[in-house]
């Protein structure tokens, strides 16, 4: 087959596709958590095994916690995701520390790799929490560097927790807000509380930045 057949058919496949995803009908939010439920259990296994396992790599954490609030809603949803971003940190950590620090610099960038080494210097779970907090720093990446840092598993872990917290909260209620399900009020509320969070966390970074 010619090269110009094989793109012929390559865009009449595309555009078959565009017709028939238009076609379709596209399940609501409300309907696609309907779903979900009626899956009983098999719901939140499935989507931890697959939040732990594809978060070990560099995929961003949000599409997973958006997706948590959608399918599991605000409580079961955040629980889920945590246990899911524990069990991913614990998995890249002793992937990071088991193949070595010579490999792993080798594939990671230096400049992040001094950064998260700058911030361990102090030490501890404090380290790993102001790490967490800032979001520029992806998920995976920052798991490698503490994998080759000095920094023992217990804190990394701990901090990982307590640093993912709020952000994941905040996109998880988010996901679950999609469903119409809800309250405005309490949406309210949380809007106030991630923006007085967002003012700590800058306050916070600015004196740091100041003490360095």
Do not use: Q
């Amino acid at each position: 087959m010619s090269g110009r057949k094989a793109l012929i058919i390559a865009l009449v496949g595309l555009a078959a596709l565009v017709v028939a995803g238009s076609l379709a009908p596209v399940p609501s939010p409300a309907e696609v958590r309907t779903w979900a439920a009626a899956a009983g259990w098999a719901t939140p296994v499935l989507f931890l095994a697959v939040y732990a396992v594809l978060t070990v790599v560099p995929i961003p954490r949000t599409v997973f916690n958006l997706s948590a609030g959608l399918l599991l809603g605000e409580a079961l949803g955040v629980a889920v995701a945590m246990l899911g971003t524990a069990l991913a940190a614990w998995a890249a950590f002793l992937l990071a520390r088991g193949l070595g620090r010579r490999w792993m610099e080798a594939h990671l960038e230096r400049d992040a790799v001094r950064t998260v080494n700058a911030r361990l210097s102090g030490g501890g779970v404090a380290g790993v929490i102001s790490l967490r907090l800032i979001p520029m720093i992806l998920f995976a990446p920052m798991n490698y560097c503490c994998g080759i840092s000095s920094i023992r598993l217990g804190p990394f872990l701990a901090g990982t927790v307590i640093g993912s917290l709020p952000g994941t909260i905040a996109v998880v209620v988010l996901g679950d807000a999609l469903t119409g399900t809800t309250p405005p009020a309490l949406l309210a509320v949380y809007a106030g509380l991630a923006l007085a969070g967002a003012a700590g966390l800058y306050v916070v970074l600015r004196r740091r930045r100041l003490v360095d």
